[in-house]
């Protein structure tokens, strides 16, 4: 189990400039700890909101766990991220001070088999950013097709 990916939000790196990395826990329940072990879970359209002084996880979804039948959770329910105080008020202000964006990039199970979700302070990417990005990728990939061919 330790350092599988549960989900990827792989549509990040290209709608956002990623800068800094944080490794966070989630306060969750039973069933939701279910629902992931059998890998069911999506990041893609989540993000992380500031609420008083806790960070929450909104959007994430974690679908219902069949075993768990009426003390099941809430797909959508937002997810008190649990990280270090310090921590926390950097990114607050981070997201108060210069706009920045909390997005969750991977959710993942530790080395102790504990859920951990992978955050990056992000900043959007303008339209002609996205085609740049796009066009770096395409050129490396045919570089290195033309490589392999040639050499």
Known sequence: MAGKTIAENRRARFDYFLEDFTEAGL?????????????????????AAVEGNEIVLVNADIPPYAGA?????????PRKLLLHRRQIDRLI???????????????????????????????GKKTHDKRQTEAERDWQRDKARLLRERG
């Open 93 to 123: 202000g981070a997201v108060q001070r210069e706009g920045r964006t909390i997005i969750p990039v991977r959710l993942y199970w530790n080395d102790k088999g504990i859920a951990k979700l992978e955050i990056a302070l992000a900043k």
């Open 69 to 77: 039948n009426r003390f099941n959770h809430e797909p959508r329910r």
């Open 27 to 47: 306060a969750l329940t039973g069933s939701e700890v279910k629902s992931l072990r059998a890998g069911k879970a999506n990041i893609a359209e989540s993000y």
